[in-house]
């Protein structure tokens, strides 16, 4: 018997007066102890149609349909009875663990919680619960580290901590809403194996949300594809990868086989060096967490903790070089001292044969010529545009600061976005009226508009659902074969540097461990952490079984 029948669902907001339909005839049924995989791109519906199932939405919403868990259609239930239900039956994983976890209560008593909101506990039943769920979801010492609070976790660990509090009621369905999204490879890899275990071990249905189709492989035994707020293919995963019905699904697999597999290597021929960062060391000073108790006080000092150690490396004109590693390996601090943005303790970097980097010297002191020769793309798209302004006045903004005329920069602007491949109408859009991936090309043309030599991206993909990567990752190929410029292309997907990458470093805490032409490094990796990295690559156990 399924844990949870959706059936005919459909979902519309109101915005100024009119219903603007956003999921329509979604069906679909999660049964004990199986993963019911749903993907898509990013606003295909996935998230709505559970938030809607479970009464989530707001009250702009109107949802029609049903959604029947334990004979109880959730859509009709009332607010008492879907409270009653929500962590004790039916558990829920989100996205962003730093948003879900309350900053100042510490993970023990965030995790009592869920257990307490749906019934007394006696305080040292309570403890033992909490502990053997941190245990359960491998928080190592647990005992030490119930009473941290979530600032003193890494992204992983936080996650962890959501899924306890997720199961922290034996619930009979989970739903994890892109629950490994902007984690590294080994990091997703050990929540997927800790959720397929959790499966297994209690034989919970499990939901799980993802806009990646490599990641889905690991863990579904079937698979829902949705596009426009409905379903467009929806079968057992075998079938779904090994044979799709969808032209549409069969589009998502072929953009993940390009980035799946390295890109055909350039020519070998000998380039002259744009870049050189010779014997780059970066430390930063450490304090201890800030004291609560109604006031925050300032903590002492407790030292100094390396992060980067003897970086040397060069990037030749017109060459695409992938910097990877785990969360805290150092990569966006060598992306940050590259483009400026901080300053080594030791070491320099040159471009071509000025050193414009050392240990004195930061972006405050680059002449015009290096900033403008070095440009950088940030990872978040909605961070790194002024919501306040429109387009026109962001891709202006260098051709002003570069001393041309105002007319002049509104063409130029103009003639930018359609490079980018963006409408020309864009222009009078704020960043809030475009998607993730706009945001991102916008970015992109304000680094370029100047024809920088040398573009840092970091992580420029990583939010990305993959058809939008996949058109990311082209743009950025075109604009280094159009005007030559290089690009320090820093990630934790591997994936992606292989589609796009004609060399590779690898960090790991602060030290090149391997570098070398991307093809030869992932198809014959010399270092065990290179190895260890390209293994926990989600899909790689599906491509080889079923030859994806």
Same mark, same amino acid.
């Given at each position: 018997m399924a844990v949870l029948t959706v059936e005919n669902l459909a979902v519309s907001f109101s915005q100024r007066g009119e219903q603007a339909e956003a999921v329509r005839g979604v069906s679909f049924s999660v049964e004990p102890g199986r993963t019911l995989g749903i993907v898509g791109e990013s606003?295909?519906?996935?998230?709505?149609?559970?938030?809607?199932?479970?009464?989530?939405?707001?009250?702009?919403?109107?949802v029609r349909g049903r959604a029947v868990h334990q004979g109880i259609d959730l859509i009709a239930a009332d607010r008492a009875y879907l409270r009653s239900i929500r962590g004790k039956e039916i558990g829920f994983v989100f996205q962003d663990p730093q948003s879900n976890l309350h900053p100042l209560i510490p993970i023990g008593r965030q995790i009592g919680e869920a257990i307490t909101a749906h019934g007394r506990v006696q305080r040292a039943q309570l403890r033992?619960?909490?502990?053997?769920?941190?245990?359960?979801? !491998?928080?190592?010492?647990?005992?030490?580290?119930?009473?941290?609070h979530p600032v003193h976790l890494s992204g992983g660990m936080r996650q962890r901590v959501m899924i306890a509090i997720a199961i922290a009621c034996n619930p009979g369905l989970v739903i994890a809403d892109e629950p490994t999204t902007a984690l590294d490879v080994t990091v997703q890899a050990s929540i997927l194996s800790l959720l397929e275990r959790l499966r297994r071990d209690h034989g919970t249905a499990l939901v799980f949300v993802s806009h990646d189709l490599a990641v889905v492989s690991d863990i579904a035994d079937d698979v829902l594809v949705m596009?426009?707020?409905?379903?467009?293919?929806?079968?057992?995963?075998?079938? =779904? +990868?090994?044979?799709?019905?969808s032209a549409y699904t069969?589009?998502?697999?072929?953009?993940?086989?390009?980035?799946?597999?390295?890109?055909?290597e350039r020519s070998n021929q000998e380039r002259s060096a744009l870049l050189r960062v010779t014997g780059v060391t970066k430390? /930063?000073?450490?304090?201890?967490?800030?004291?609560?108790?109604?006031? /925050?006080?300032?903590?002492?000092?407790?030292? *100094?903790?390396?992060?980067?150690?003897?970086?040397? /490396?060069?990037?030749?004109?017109?060459? *695409?070089?992938?910097? =990877?590693?785990?969360?805290?390996?150092?990569?966006?601090?060598?992306?940050? *001292? =590259?483009?400026?943005?901080?300053?080594?303790?030791?070491g320099t970097v040159s471009l071509g044969a000025k050193t414009y980097i050392t240990p004195g010297s930061g972006r405050a002191e680059l002449d015009a010529e290096v900033r403008r020769s070095v440009q950088v793309v940030f990872q978040d798209p909605y961070g790194s545009l002024n919501p306040r302004r429109r387009i026109s006045e962001i891709l202006a903004a260098p051709y002003r600061l570069a001393g041309h005329p105002r007319?002049?920069?509104?063409?130029?602007?103009?003639?930018? *976005?359609?490079?980018?491949?963006?409408?020309?109408?864009?222009?009078?859009? +704020?960043?809030?009226?475009?998607?993730g991936g706009q945001r991102q090309r916008v970015a992109i043309a304000r680094a370029v508009a100047l024809g920088p030599a040398l573009v840092v991206a970091d992580e420029p993909a990583s939010a990305l659902d993959v058809t939008t990567q996949d058109h990311i990752l082209a743009l950025l190929r075109n604009l280094r074969d159009e005007s030559g410029t290089s690009l320090l292309f820093i990630s934790h997907d591997l994936g992606?540097?292989?589609?796009?990458?004609?060399? =590779?470093?690898?960090?790991? !805490?602060g030290v090149i461990v391997e570098q070398g032409p991307t093809g030869t490094v992932f198809a014959a990796p010399?270092?065990? +952490?290179?190895?260890?990295?390209?293994?926990?690559?989600?899909?790689?156990?599906?491509?080889?079984?079923?030859?994806?």
């Open positions: 606003g295909s519906g996935k998230s709505v149609s559970l938030l809607a199932a479970t009464g989530l939405l707001g009250p702009d919403a109107l033992a619960r909490v502990l053997e769920l941190l245990d359960e979801v !491998e928080i190592p010492r647990a005992a030490d580290r119930i009473d941290d596009r426009d707020g409905a379903i467009v293919e929806a079968d057992s995963a075998r079938s =779904v +990868y090994t044979a799709p019905k069969r589009s998502l697999l072929a953009a993940h086989r390009t980035l799946g597999r390295p890109s055909a430390s /930063f000073r450490t304090r201890a967490a800030p004291l609560l108790g109604g006031v /925050f006080r300032r903590s002492a000092s407790l030292g *100094i903790a390396p992060v980067l150690n003897g970086i040397d /490396f060069e990037i030749g004109a017109g060459e *695409i070089v992938g910097l =990877v590693g785990e969360s805290g390996s150092g990569k966006s601090t060598i992306g940050r *001292i =590259v483009a400026g943005l901080d300053r080594p303790d030791a007319e002049q920069s509104r063409h130029e602007a103009e003639a930018l *976005i359609t490079r980018v491949g963006l409408p020309a109408d864009f222009l009078h859009r +704020y960043p809030g009226q475009l998607s992606v540097v292989a589609a796009i990458c004609d060399r =590779v470093l690898v960090l790991r !805490e010399r270092h065990d +952490y290179t190895r260890l990295l390209l293994e926990s690559v989600p899909g790689r156990r599906r491509r080889e079984a079923v030859d994806v």
